[in-house]
């Protein structure tokens, strides 16, 4: 899905003490929101992941959140199990935000 939208970036005014010839029109730029087709994590595959292989911190690399945030969760046993349990309830916004990433602006 695209949509796209024109906005006035500013009213341009003629500059004092220049003999005004024309008026230029207001510059406007264009939003482009485009929507991967398919593309971004699934959340239930993400909590399968996190259910099934949560210890070795599979469903960070799923999700996308990074190698550091991985390795991290290796080192620290999941932060003793807190963040594994976190998880259950920051599994769906991770997801969420990973598949909205589709904003251009072109001016």
């Known amino acids: 899905m695209i949509l796209i939208t024109k ?3 500013s009213n341009m ?3 004092p003490g220049q003999q005004p010839m024309y008026y230029q029109q207001p510059a406007q730029y264009t939003t482009v929101h485009t929507v991967p087709a398919g593309g971004g994590p699934d959340t239930l595959v993400a909590y399968l992941l996190w259910l ?13 959140r990074g190698i550091g945030v991985w390795l991290i969760s290796i080192i620290t046993f999941q932060g003793l199990g807190i963040w ?3 998880d259950l309830f920051l599994i769906p ?3 969420a935000s990973r598949r909205n990433r589709g904003m251009v602006y072109v001016r």
Do not use: D, K, R, T
């Open 7 to 9: 906005c006035p970036v």
């Open 13 to 15: 005014q003629p500059v």
């Open 52 to 64: 099934l292989l949560g210890a070795f911190g599979i469903h960070h690399l799923y999700i996308g």
């Open 84 to 86: 594994w349990l976190l």
């Open 93 to 95: 916004s991770s997801c």
